[in-house]
């Protein structure tokens, strides 16, 4: 097993999300504030015949609007996606953060699992699971047939955890621990545009003799609404599988 150690404290790591978030708004103002410039200088251009200027103008247009359009789709994203933020694809025993507690020392959102938490929605009262269940029914465990003919020598267990390990790497997120063991995987994900960080926790165990099984859960630190990250985090993860 390897583990990252935190090097920075609990009141830092506020200080950095409340940072990137802001950085996050900073961002999508500059690049709205970058089309409008754009605009002004294509509008120029066409009113005075400025070959050369209608050209910068309206590439200088097009590329904003291309780095505009991501923020502005999450934000679109927002008002469809439930108010959660954490996923599992067991809800009745969701994976638990071990190797995380240390990162997450100060985030908003707590390491326990969130299943049973009450949520209001549509006037409704309901819970996280309750929730995940209908908004993303496909989000299930994922059962895998590795020894058919039952032969004691296999070890299905570590046939599954190490394509698993495999595929967080692909994934691009930081590897905190793995332990063949005990088939736990923890890592952590940066989201592209506005850096925030969702702790991952992934378990591979025996499904019976003949098989294993892989469960995952995904959290994001901050936030009420994850804007559907977590849910869509983990079908990739699924699908890479």
Do not use: C
């Not at 390897?2 to 999300?17: D, F």
């Not at 020894?147 to 190490?162: E, G, R, Y």
């Amino acid at each position: 097993m390897y583990r990252h150690r935190p090097s920075v404290s609990a009141a830092s790591a506020v200080e950095r999300s409340r940072l990137r978030t802001l950085g996050g708004q900073s961002v999508a103002a500059a690049i709205a504030l970058a089309a409008l410039a754009g605009a002004y200088w294509l509008a120029a251009a066409l009113h005075n015949n400025d070959s050369t200027g209608w050209r910068m103008g309206f590439a200088g247009l097009i590329g904003a609007i291309v780095l505009l359009y991501f923020p502005l789709s999450v934000e679109h994203r927002a008002w469809d996606a439930p108010p959660i933020h954490d996923i599992s694809t067991d809800v009745g025993n969701a994976p638990q953060f071990k190797a995380l507690l240390p990162l997450r020392a100060g985030a908003s959102n707590g390491p326990e699992y969130d299943g049973q938490k009450k949520v209001m929605l549509k006037g409704k009262i309901t819970t996280v699971a309750e929730l995940q269940k209908l908004a993303y029914p496909d989000i299930k465990p994922v059962g895998k047939l590795l020894n058919p003919h039952n032969d004691p020598k296999v070890d299905s267990k570590a046939i599954l955890f190490w394509p698993a390990f495999a595929q967080a790497k692909h994934m691009g997120w930081n590897i905190v621990s793995l332990d063949e063991k005990t088939g736990m995987i923890e890592a952590t994900a940066t989201t592209l545009w506005f850096g925030f960080t969702d702790d991952i926790a992934v378990r591979v165990i025996s499904g019976g003799t003949m098989g294993a099984r892989l469960d995952m859960r995904s959290k994001s630190r901050v936030g009420t609404a994850d804007y559907g990250r977590n849910a869509e985090r983990v079908r990739d993860y699924i699908k890479g599988l």
